[in-house]
């Protein structure tokens, strides 16, 4: 059973800064792809960056220049550093895998924004 757990959500003043990291139950480079969503309340879930087998990343346009994903292959990780935080980028932060057709989820790591 694939287990991605996230870590590193917490409440951050404008301007600042978080690491989100995601710890993988099995080798990343099984998966096809791997990243980060957000799902701000009221709103519906959003993919916000994405890695790919081969390190090719994807950014949403409302993060780019502000976020970066990074795969740590010791540790079995993918973070997402985040800097320049805006009170919009408030939300739970899941991290995602995909093998080929099949998706699988964490259960989700909060991150709030004051302004």
């Known amino acids: 059973q694939v287990q991605l757990v996230e870590s590193g959500g917490d409440l951050v003043q404008a301007g600042g800064s978080l690491r989100l990291s995601c710890e993988v139950s099995?080798?990343?480079?099984?998966?096809?792809?791997m990243g980060w969503y957000r799902q701000a309340p009221g709103k519906q879930r959003e993919s916000v960056a994405l890695i790919n087998v081969g390190g090719i990343t994807t950014y949403a346009d409302f993060v780019k220049g502000r976020f970066f994903i990074t795969r740590d292959n010791a540790l079995n990780t993918v973070n997402l550093q985040m800097i320049s935080l805006k009170s919009e980028d408030t939300g739970v932060y899941y991290c995602?895998?995909?093998?080929?057709?099949?998706?699988?989820w964490g259960q989700g790591t909060q991150v709030t924004v004051s302004s």
């Open positions: 995602y895998a995909r093998l080929l057709r099949r998706e699988y």
């Open positions: 099995e080798n990343m480079y099984n998966f096809n792809e």
